[in-house]
C-alpha cells in the first residue's frame, strides 16, 4: 500500500518579519519516517536552502505549487507541540521571529547553519572573453571571486558591491558563469561514544587458551580471566584492572578471542561540593504554611502562582524542596532557576543530597558535550528534576508540575539578545501551558511581583523569621565623607578595619563585597586631565594590576597601561577609584595573612573556576571571599559572621529609575550572608549618600518600608508596575546616519495614534552612547496594553527605520527592559 503523502509547516531560520510564519512542504516519500514535529530540515527558500523547523504536520495540501524538503538534518526531534505554543508565545510578546524562540529549546551543540559559496565555472580568463566589456561590474564580481580563489560567499562580494550584489551574481549564474554550492555545518557535539570490549569466542575455547598462556603471556590471560568473569566492560577499565597495555588487548583481538565495539554512552559530571547535608528539618509555623498552600494547588491539579517573601536565612530552600518532593509524589517534574552560575554548584548539591541522582544541572558553565549529554537523559527521562540558570526553562521535561524561580528580582534573568525574554515570565507562561504551578522567591521581590501580589494575581506567602529564630544580622552605616574629614582616603573606614580584625581574633569568616572589577575605574593624566578611555566605547578604561594592562569591560579591547600620557607627555598619571584587584592588594597590606578569595569576571572565566573557589574558602578555617554580585546571593556559608560593603553607591547613582531598587535588593541580599550559623552576623556599609530612603530602608533590614516609598515615585513618574516599558535601540557606525535614523523614528512614532501608548520619551542618546565602535540611541515608550502597541511594532516594523538609513543602522526592540543603558 502506497504510503499517503504527508506536507510539513516549516519556519525557516531567518531572524526577519516578513518570512516569520510557516512555509508548506511537501514530505518526499523516501523522509516520510524522518520528518516530524520538531526535526530541522534542509529547505529551498527562494534561490538558496535554508534550515527550517517542522511544526506542524498534514495530509492536505494548501497551495498547488510546493517544493520538496531535501534533507533532515536531525532526525530526532528538538522539541514538541508544548514548546511550539511556549516559543511562539516568545516571539510575540519579545517581538522577535519563532525561528530565534524556537533555537532556544534546541540540544545544546546541535545547532546547524547553511554556509553558501559562489564558485566560478571555469577559468576567470576564459570567462571574461565571454562577457562584454560594458558588462563592467559583472567582469569584476569575476575577478573578485578568482582573486579569492575561485569561491566566495555572498557576504564578501556584498562587502565589495553593496546592494547589487544579488543582482550581479544572478546574472552570472544565469549565463553559466558561477554556480552556488551549499553546505550544512556539522554539529558542535555528538553523542559520546566509548570503546568496549567482550569475549570474541566461546567460553570453553577461551579457558583453553588461557591455561596455554599462563607462562607466554601472562598479561593477556588477565585480560582473559576478567572477561571470562565479567563478559563485557569499557576497554579502559578492562586494562587498569588487568595492568595491561592496549598492544596486549590487539593481539587478543586479532586472534579472535575478544572483540572491541563502541557503545554510546554519557559524560558525567562532578557534582562534589564540600557542604554538610541537610536532610529534611522540621519546618517552622511559616514554612509549613507556605508549603502546604503548594502542596494544596499541586493537589488540586490548579495552576498557581506564589510570591515567596522570606528574609535571608528564613529556609526558602527548605520550602522549594518540600514543594518538589510533593510534586515528584504526583508523579510531576521541577525546574529549579538561580540566577548565578556560582549558585549552582552548592544548589545542585543539595537538591542531589535530597533526591539523588535525578537532578540534572544546565548551565554555560558546563562543556558543550555535558550539556548535550544533560539534554539528552532529560528528554529521555533519567531526570526529574533540572537545575540551572535562564536557559534551563527550556529543558525538555514531561509532566512538569513546578518551575522555582530563585531571587525572581535578579536581572540575570532577562536575556540580553533575541530573543529578549525574562526567564520570570516565560515561567509563567511555561507553567499555564502545563497546568503548573510557580513560586518566585526573593528577600526583596521585584516591585512588579510585589505589586501583582498586591492586586491578587500572585499568592504572598511570606516568612518572617530566620530558622530557629537566628536574629537578623546587626547593619551599620558608615559616611565615608566622615571619613575623608578625619584624614582617612583609604579604601577601608576604622569601623571596617575594627570589625575584620575582630572577625580574624574569633575565627570567623568574611565576605566583602565590591560591585567592580580590576584594581582602578579609571586613569587620569594630572596634569592636562585626560581621562584614558576605551577606542571603541565612550567608556573609560579600567586598570588591571596584575597585567598593568587597560580593559574595557563593554567591548574586551586591551591596551598597555602607559607610563605618559598619550596627550601631553606627562607623567603624572593618576589611578582612580576601587576595584576588586585593589582591595585585594589592600587586603594583603593590613593582613598578610588572611587568605583571600576572589571572585570577579576575571578570576571565574575558567571551566569549574566557581566551584573550586567556593570550595576553597568552605575549607579555610579563617578568610575572606572578596568579590562582585556573583557572591551577593545565594551562597550559603554558617561560619560568615562579618558582611562589608566597600562602596554602596556604585549602582546608586546609574542613569535608570530601577537604581534605588537594585542597590537596596543587592545590600540586603549580601547582607544576608553574615550569621548564617549559630553566630550573630554583623554588616558594615560604607556609602557618600548615607540618607537615600534605600540606604535608609536597609539599616531597618525593612523591604516594605523601601516598596511604600519607591510604588508613589513610580506612579507620579510613570514607570513600570504602572506601565509597561519598551526601549527601540539604534546603533550604526556613522554618528550622523545613527542620529538621524533615530530622529525620524522619533518623529514618526509620536505621530502615532494608539489609546495604549501613553509617552514616548526621545529619541535621545543612550546613557552608554558608544559600544564597539557603534553610536547608540534609544527611544523609550510607555505603554498600557503592550500587545496593541507590539502589534503595530511588528507591522511597521520596516517603516520604523528610513530606507536611506537601513543599510547602515541597525535596530532593536526590548519589551520590559531591566537596563535602560
Known sequence: MTPEQRYAQVIIDIPVQEVDHPFEYIIPLVLSTKVDIGSTVLVPFGPSLRVGYVVDLTSERLFPRLSSIKEVIEETPAFDREMIDLSRWVADYYLSTLGEALKLTLPPGRGRRVSQHILLNSSVDKLLKNIPASARQQREVLRRIAELGGKASPGTLRKMFGKRTSSLVGELERGGFVSRRYAVSEPKVDVKREQWVRLGASPARVREVVFDLTTRAPKQQRILEILLEGEQMPVHELLSLADASRASLSSLATKGLVELFEYSTFRELDFYYPEVVRLPTSLT?????????????????????????????????????????????????????????????????????????????????????????????????????????????FAPLRNLGLIIVDEEHETTYKQNRNPRYHAREVALKRAQLNGACVILGSATPAVESKFCAERGQFKLVRLTRRIEDRPLPDIEIVDMRDELKNGNRGIFSLRLREAMEECIRSWGKMILFLNRRGFSSFILCRECGLVLKCKKCAVSLTYHADKRVLKCHHCNYVTPAPEICPRCGGYRIGYFGVGTQRVESELKRFFPELAVIRMDADTTTRRESHRRRLMEFQSREVGVLLGTQMIAKGLDFPEVTLVGVINADTALNLPDFRAGERTFQLLMQVSGRAGRGKRPGRVIVQTYLPESYAIQALTQGDYDHFYSQELPLREELLYPPFCHLINILMSGKDEVRTEKAANETGKFLASVKLDDLMGVLGPAPAPLPKIKNKFRWHIILKVGNSAVVKDFLKENFRRLLPEDCAEDVNISIDVDPVWML
Open 285 to 393: 509555623d511559616e514554612q509549613e504554611k507556605a508549603v502546604g498552600e503548594v502542596r494544596d494547588a499541586l493537589d488540586k491539579g490548579i495552576s498557581a502562582t506564589f510570591l515567596l517573601q522570606g528574609v535571608t536565612g528564613s529556609g526558602k530552600t527548605e520550602v522549594y524542596l518540600q514543594a518538589i518532593a510533593h510534586a515528584l509524589s504526583k508523579g510531576k517534574t521541577a525546574i529549579v532557576l538561580v540566577p548565578e552560575i556560582a549558585l549552582t554548584p552548592q544548589t545542585v548539591h543539595r537538591f542531589r543530597a535530597r533526591f539523588g541522582e535525578i537532578v540534572a544541572v544546565l548551565h554555560s558553565g558546563l562543556g558543550m558535550g555535558e550539556r548535550f549529554d544533560q539534554w539528552r537523559r532529560i528528554r529521555e527521562g533519567d531526570f526529574k528534576v533540572v537545575v540551572g540558570a535562564r536557559s534551563a526553562l
